[in-house]
């Protein structure tokens, strides 16, 4: 398996523009996470899928972020309008259960000018 | 193994020598444990887990020890290799709950 895929790798775009990133999970993973990264937060969970659902969406910041997962191998996160404050690397990550280990994708690192 | 603000807790470990990089968690409630390794522009890479009915566990060059009482885990590298260089995570999964991670220690292999 190619692992967990992501794009695109680098995004740089400037405030106000609409932003989605793309994640193909490994297949047969029912589990899908999305997190973003930033040196002074660490490694927050956004959002999570289970068989394509979202399960727990507390950690998107505002409603400017949206998840969606409308099969088992593709899903997207969106901002809209983006934010400086949002440059960061996203990363996705994908398991066969909830409790199981994690396969992380190399992340969108993003540039909000 | 927390950080402060936007500098990284760092360990910096003679080639050859043993790492120990240590985690403090939250949740006495928590219930599985995950070691993550991430190099410069990658994704975090699983390396080791545990659950909390188990103390230690044991990988190839890796040991996770869990110490329930002071919630404590610990990640234990043998004779280190510039590889290794990398920052580690600790992540805490809570039943019924999201799984959360630590802000990382950066480990610096000395030549």
């Known amino acids: 398996d190619a692992g967990v895929i992501q794009s695109p790798r680098h995004e740089v775009t400037e405030m106000g523009q609409e932003v989605t990133l793309r994640c193909k999970p490994i297949?047969?993973?029912?589990?899908l996470f999305w997190y973003r990264q930033t040196m002074m937060r660490g490694l927050e969970l956004l959002i999570y899928f289970n068989n394509n659902v979202p399960i727990d969406d507390s950690g998107m910041p505002e409603d400017r972020f949206s998840a969606k997962m409308p099969n088992a191998s593709f899903s997207t996160l969106k901002i809209q309008p983006s934010e400086p404050r949002d440059s960061a690397v996203y990363f996705c990550a994908s398991s066969l259960g909830r409790e199981e280990t994690q396969y992380f994708g190399p992340g969108t690192r993003l540039l909000v000018l | 193994g927390e950080s402060v603000g936007l500098h990284l807790p760092t360990l910096s470990v003679q080639e050859g020598d043993n790492s120990i990089i240590n985690c403090a968690y939250s949740?006495?409630?928590?219930?599985?444990f995950i070691w993550y390794k991430q190099e410069s522009g990658k994704g975090p890479q699983f390396i080791i887990d545990?659950?909390?009915?188990?103390d230690k566990r044991q990988g190839q060059r890796v040991t996770v020890l869990l110490n329930k009482t002071v919630k404590h885990l610990s990640l234990q590298i043998a004779a280190t290799q510039p590889g290794d260089s990398a920052v580690y995570f600790c992540a805490e999964n809570r039943r019924d709950d999201k799984i959360i991670f630590g802000k990382g220690t950066r480990l610096h292999i000395l030549p």
């Open positions: 545990i659950r909390s009915n188990m």
């Open positions: 949740n006495s409630a928590s219930d599985y």
């Open positions: 297949s047969g993973h029912d589990y």
